[in-house]
């Protein structure tokens, strides 16, 4: 036995609802097959990745750097039980892969996460950081 959303509201639904419908098994919107949001910061000494993963651990993620290649992944399934009639909770994975810059020591990539923001730090080798700016006056 199935169980299934009954909405007598609308006697004559339209052919968008019905598409977009979770019981019709395409809804588009559907957040498992999405990726996080990201933001890439370049720093004078380093540079940041910082992805929007809320609601997950810090043991759901993998982080691995192959070949100038870093690849952050996670896959993160509902508990299945057979006795369980209805189960709306989420099945979701995702992968980015960003590539690595020469300027980056590999040795000194850090990853920290804390209220649902995934934080890498990519420190950049001591020469390849410029210095900043500066005026030369002419005498």
């Known amino acids: ?3 299934v959303k009954y909405n007598n ?32 910061i370049e720093n004078n000494d380093s540079f940041e990745i910082d992805l929007a993963v809320p609601g997950m651990k810090k043991d759901d993620f993998i982080i ?10 996670s896959e993160k399934s509902s508990i299945n039980n057979e006795n369980m009639r209805l189960n709306e909770f989420d099945y979701s994975s ?21 209220n649902g923001i995934l934080k890498i730090k ?15 006056d002419i005498t």
Not at 64 to 73: A, F, G, P, T
């Open 1 to 3: 036995m199935r169980i």
């Open 9 to 40: 509201k609308n006697v004559f639904p339209s052919l968008m609802n019905e598409f977009l419908n979770d019981d019709f098994g395409m809804n588009l919107f559907n957040r498992s097959n999405s990726l996080p949001s990201v933001n890439s």
């Open 64 to 73: 691995e750097l192959n070949d100038k290649v870093l690849v952050i992944s």
């Open 94 to 114: 995702f992968q980015r892969s960003f590539r690595v810059p020469d300027s980056v020591d590999l040795d000194k990539i850090k990853a920290t996460y804390k």
């Open 122 to 136: 990519l420190t950049k080798k001591k020469d390849s950081i410029t210095k900043p700016n500066r005026l030369i």
